[in-house]
């Protein structure tokens, strides 16, 4: 059975760094990809960033250039490393792992609340 724990949420004020973490219980190299997901009150949950098996990354237009998605295969993490936070960018940050069966798995979530 799969397990991911976020870690790393919390208050920050606009133009401020945070950085998350995912802690998987099972070997993330065998997963397809790892990513993050946020959901804002009231609104739908959206792709923040993903990483494939491979290394390949996306990111949503709105993060691009200033999130930058990371992972480590010797310590089971996929880390979310986020800089000139926004007020929009409160949300609760999901980690997600897809199996190679196309399994989805989640985490509890982290909250990140941005100041103005």
């Known amino acids: 059975q799969v397990q991911l724990v976020e870690s790393g949420g919390g208050l920050v004020q606009a133009g401020g760094s945070l950085r998350l973490s995912c802690a998987a219980s099972?070997?993330?190299?065998?997963?397809?990809?790892m990513a993050w997901y946020r959901q804002a009150p009231g609104k739908q949950r959206e792709l923040v960033a993903g990483i494939t098996s491979g290394g390949n990354k996306n990111y949503a237009d709105s993060v691009r250039g200033r999130f930058t998605i990371s992972k480590d295969n010797a310590k089971n993490t996929v880390d979310l490393q986020m800089n000139s936070l926004k007020p929009e960018d409160t949300a609760i940050y999901y980690c997600?792992?897809?199996?190679?069966?196309?399994?989805?798995?989640w985490g509890q979530g982290t909250q990140v609340t941005v100041s103005s």
């Open positions: 997600n792992a897809l199996s190679l069966s196309r399994t989805d798995y």
């Open positions: 099972g070997r993330i190299f065998r997963f397809n990809r």
